[in-house]
């Protein structure tokens, strides 16, 4: 095997024929990080809470997991624990704000989280509870972390967060889809995954229960993205007929991920009616990210279902044995239009245009803008 990163002539690197929006992009990528875009009147302070999604490093800070270059390549020119080229969703949502990338909350070195914290983990699901780092020990740890910063007779700094900060803060929730993952993976059957999704809800209900408990009253839930789309899961095994959909996904698992979106749905609702002086934002997730596999030419994506960074070429471009940043893997070049980067996660590119239908509205329940929560 080789001991270094080999060149991948991939499909995808030259100019797709939809001009027109590639010359918009720059402007994405520009407009996105623009402070001018942000009508907030306080510092916006955000936690998190997810997967790796949403990990801004957590995993490297935490468990010492090496993630190695390449990714971090777009715009760190070098890995910060993200699995990305570039940054993830939560990165630009936090620059459209002009406030700083979040911390990890397990980052002992560079952390500053006077704007919030970052407790989101690769591979973390909301079952089984009490094992590092399902998404009840995150709250547990946000839990610790708000009492330390408001604990007088604690040493160290005490203008990070105050009480108003907790309480105006923005409480990001992107979980359920290692839930889904891991449900198969264990060989459940389809009926077996779908009774999982009420006990996996009633987890996330529970934590949004204990951040108003906390003081929070602005909620921003993104719901799952298409599972059955991503390289990684169409590597599995082989294919009956009927099991892929017109765009080349798993049907089984996309069915999955939409009947846990409509429990994560109507669960916005129900919270809604219970918690009156809260809003909770509904962030439709799965109709964004299917949209770039299902109209990938009027985005620039060639092939949306190989991975960029990865291992074995067409079709999907993924080996579980060669993952992207270990000794073999092969990536495209720079410059080459992929949604995928490592078979599981997505690009920066992929990543700016759902950040950008995000920032529409057009997707939220209900319509309100992302600043939301800073701006009165």
Not at 29 to 49: A, D, G, Q
Request: charged share 15%; glycine share 8%.
């Amino acid at each position: 095997m080789a001991s270094h990163s080999q060149s991948l002539q991939l499909s995808g690197r030259r100019p797709p024929p939809h001009f027109f929006f590639l010359l918009l992009l720059p402007c994405l990528l520009i407009s996105l990080p623009n402070p001018v875009l942000s009508r907030c009147l306080h510092t916006p302070i955000i936690f998190s809470f997810g997967d790796s999604n949403s990990d801004t490093g957590g995993l490297a800070a935490g468990l010492g997991f090496p993630v190695n270059f390449p990714n971090g390549r777009t715009f760190f020119r070098r890995s910060t624990g993200r699995l990305s080229d570039g940054r993830l969703i939560v990165d630009l949502l936090c620059q459209s704000l002009g406030a700083n990338f979040l911390s990890p909350y397990l980052d002992s070195v560079k952390s500053n989280f006077s704007n919030g914290a970052n407790f989101a983990i690769v591979g973390s699901s909301t079952l089984p509870k009490y094992v590092p780092f399902a998404l009840n020990i995150q709250v547990m740890q946000f839990l610790h972390f708000k009492a330390s910063l408001l604990d007088p007779t604690v040493a160290g700094p005490r203008h990070l967060i105050n009480d108003d900060g907790f309480r105006n803060a923005l409480y990001m929730f992107d979980i359920g889809q290692n839930d889904l993952a891991d449900s198969f993976s264990k060989n459940l059957s389809y009926v077996e995954v779908v009774k999982r999704i009420p006990l996996i809800l009633a987890e996330i209900k529970h934590a949004i229960q204990v951040m108003h408990d906390q003081g929070g009253r602005k909620f921003w839930i993104h719901n799952t993205g298409p599972l059955g789309c991503l390289p990684q899961k169409l590597t599995l095994g082989p294919k009956k007929p009927g099991d892929l959909d017109p765009h080349g996904c798993l049907s089984a698992y996309n069915d999955a991920a939409r009947l846990f979106n409509e429990g994560l749905r109507h669960l916005c609702q129900e919270m809604r009616s219970e918690l009156k002086d809260s809003t909770i934002v509904y962030v439709d997730i799965f109709s964004i990210k299917y949209d770039l596999i299902a109209n990938s030419t009027k985005y620039g994506f060639s092939s949306p279902l190989m991975a960029c960074c990865g291992y074995g070429g067409p079709p999907y471009n993924y080996d579980i044995r060669v993952p992207c940043g270990q000794p073999g893997h092969q990536v495209c070049d720079e410059g080459s239009r992929f949604a995928s980067w490592d078979g599981i996660h997505y690009t920066e590119d992929a990543n700016t245009i759902v950040a950008s239908q995000i920032l529409s509205m057009d997707y939220s329940a209900p319509r309100v803008p992302f600043d939301f929560f800073c701006s009165k």
